[in-house]
């Protein structure tokens, strides 16, 4: 229940509120575009849990899936968009 509500959330109030905040439109779809790339590099790092690889990996993106929407919200209360590294720009 809790990693659904952790995608979905973000999306609904991105989606409510984006016409009343002007900025937060930006902020969204960079949110989103984590989120998708996070999954993206979920699904190779459970692959390669079979090399041996996989496991660090996993345990580098959840810590990254963690920092990363932290720094995002700092940066977005002081004005300041910012682009999360390593992300495919799926939305425009």
């Not at 989606?15 to 002007?22: C, G, H, N, R, S």
């Not at 929407?69 to 968009?81: E, L, R, S, T």
């Amino acid at each position: 229940m809790v990693p659904i509500a952790g995608v979905v959330v973000p999306i609904l109030i991105w989606q409510l509120k984006k016409a009343e905040l002007p900025g937060l439109d930006v902020h969204g779809k960079n949110a989103v575009n984590w989120m998708i790339s996070e999954l993206i590099y979920a699904v190779v790092g459970f692959i390669l849990m079979f090399v041996i690889i996989g496991g660090p990996l996993l345990i580098v993106l959840g810590v990254l899936g963690v920092v990363f929407p932290i720094i995002a919200a700092i940066k977005a209360n002081n004005g300041v968009v910012w682009q999360y590294p390593l992300t495919i720009q799926v939305l425009k």
